[in-house]
């Protein structure tokens, strides 16, 4: 397997960033402070870093290409290597990233339909790509065929919080209003309590178009914070003891969960001295490294373990890891991951 497009996903992941921050749930999420550049290039880097976590690292290597100084050349050389090798999600997925960041809609919505090809049944692939066909339009509405992605997002996980928001504007453009609703106020189970209230708004609208009474706010508010004072994933990590002589000094250890045959980028991560194996954490939505992505929204998750010897989160030779164990969100016992192999 070619090593070329990890380097040029890490350099095209800044317009994701990009992209995620300037489009995706913006009207749901308006409730939050505004996002200044300071943020911005932290997320950058918080992307670049949480990819490497299960990233392959030797692609970083000066040697194997010179990494792209500019955008536009980042998504020259993505281009190349799409060409060469077209079988690459990942690949598509940034390339329509990098079109939507800077404005040409029409070849974001291309490069989405390349991806969703690939992968056709990936909830958050066929979420932007929806919302690409949206962009792409002047009147930023969304057609039959960004409705049925939704629609079969949805089918895959009923709780995407981005299909669900997007399948609802459809609803709304269709003159749909009452159809709106419903497909939002599930949604008021999820988000927390200032999101809430701004949905809330968003819903009771669409409600008073559909001729229906409006819901209330306290409702919306205790199933906001039911939702955040949920147990969360509970894991516990052991390390075996065949290893506990080749536990570095001073190493750290990793725990996350990341999407079952989705990106690499954890849904939740936390970091802890290695020294305090073995331990007990409990992953939630705080631990969550980006706002559209909570555990909470998916149903079932890969966890899994890895100590780091040089304390950061970037794989290395010797390191030690888990075997990613796929568990429910929902689940109420306690999930064990044993720390019992060394990374070549």
Do not use: C
């Not at 380097?7 to 999420?29: D, E, I, K, Q």
């Not at 790509?129 to 930023?140: G, K, S």
């Not at 955040?228 to 990793?254: D, Q, T, W, Y």
Request: charge should be negative.
């Amino acid at each position: 397997m070619t090593q070329t497009p990890t380097v040029v996903f890490v350099a095209v992941g800044a317009a994701l960033v990009v992209f995620v921050l300037g489009y995706a749930l913006a009207p749901l999420w308006r409730s939050r402070p505004a996002l200044g550049v300071g943020l911005g290039l932290a997320l950058t880097i918080a992307t670049v870093g949480l990819y490497l976590i299960v990233g392959t690292p030797n692609a970083l290597k000066p040697e194997q290409l010179r990494a792209p100084q500019t955008l536009a050349e980042a998504v020259s050389q993505l281009e190349a290597e799409l060409e060469r090798d077209p079988n690459q999600i990942e690949g598509w997925r940034l390339l329509a990233s990098a079109y939507t960041a800077e404005g040409l809609g029409a070849k974001a919505r291309d490069a989405y339909a390349r991806a969703v090809k690939l992968a056709p049944d990936n909830p958050d692939l066929l979420a932007e790509a929806a919302e690409a066909r949206a962009l792409a339009t002047r009147e930023r509405r969304f057609d039959a065929q960004a409705v049925s992605m939704l629609e079969h997002a949805l089918q895959q996980q009923p709780m995407h919080q981005r299909a669900r928001w997007f399948l609802g504007i459809a609803q709304r453009q269709a003159e749909q209003p009452a159809e709106a609703a419903k497909t939002w106020e599930p949604l008021l189970n999820v988000v927390d309590a200032d999101t809430a209230t701004s949905l809330l708004e968003q819903i009771n609208g669409a409600r008073q178009e559909a001729g229906l009474e409006a819901l209330s706010a306290p409702a919306a508010g205790v199933a906001a914070t039911a939702s955040a004072a949920g147990g969360g994933l509970k894991i516990k990590v052991e390390l075996a003891p065949a290893l506990k002589a080749r536990l570095p000094a001073n190493a750290s250890v990793f725990v996350l969960a990341r999407q079952v045959a989705g990106p690499p980028m954890p849904v939740a991560v936390e970091k802890h001295p290695a020294a305090a194996l073995p331990l007990q954490v409990t992953l939630d939505d705080g631990d969550s490294p980006m706002p559209t992505m909570k555990l909470s929204q998916l149903q079932q998750v890969q966890v899994l373990a890895r100590v780091s010897a040089s304390g950061n989160a970037i794989p290395q030779s010797g390191d030690l890891t888990s075997q990613p164990v796929t568990v429910r969100t929902d689940g109420k016992d306690v999930v064990t991951v044993v720390i019992d192999r060394v990374v070549e």
